[in-house]
Nanobody, 124 residues
Framework: QVQLVESGGGLVQVGGSLRLSCAAS????????MGWFRQAPGKEREFIAG????????YYRDFVNDRFTISRDNAKNTVYLQMNNLKPDDTAVYYC?????????????????WGQGTQVTVSS
């Protein structure tokens, strides 16, 4: 059974940084695409960034604007999201997800395994 466990969320001030981690278990990690999503209260879950399996090619939503970086360590079966210059609008529950394919996609329905989420709160 595939499991994803996020960590690293918390409370941070405007302009601060956080690094989220997502540890995977249960199937060959390096072959599969991983994505980070977030969901704010009253809003739909939205794609933030993705990384392909194999090539490690990265994809970002425009609003990231070079503030976030997704990376993966296949030796540790872990994907990361480094978030810098955080803003109040970044406040949300952040989820990692795994897609049963090598190519990352923006559509959440393309991902079949999800973590439990980690809360990120940016205070002004």
């Amino acid at each position: 059974q595939v499991q994803l466990v996020e960590s690293g969320g918390g409370l941070v001030q405007v302009g601060g940084s956080l690094r989220l981690s997502c540890a995977a278990s249960g199937r060959s990690f390096s072959s599969y695409a991983m994505g980070w999503f977030r969901q704010a209260p009253g809003k739909e879950r939205e794609f933030i960034a993705g990384v392909d399996g194999g090539t490690g090619r990265q994809y970002y939503r425009d609003f990231v604007n070079d503030r976030f970086t997704i990376s993966r360590d296949n030796a540790k079966n872990t994907v990361y999201l480094q978030m810098n210059n955080l803003k109040p609008d970044d406040t949300a529950v952040y989820y990692c997800a795994q897609r049963p394919s090598a190519s990352a996609r923006r559509d959440a329905h393309e991902y079949d395994v999800w973590g439990q989420g980690t809360q990120v709160t940016v205070s002004s």
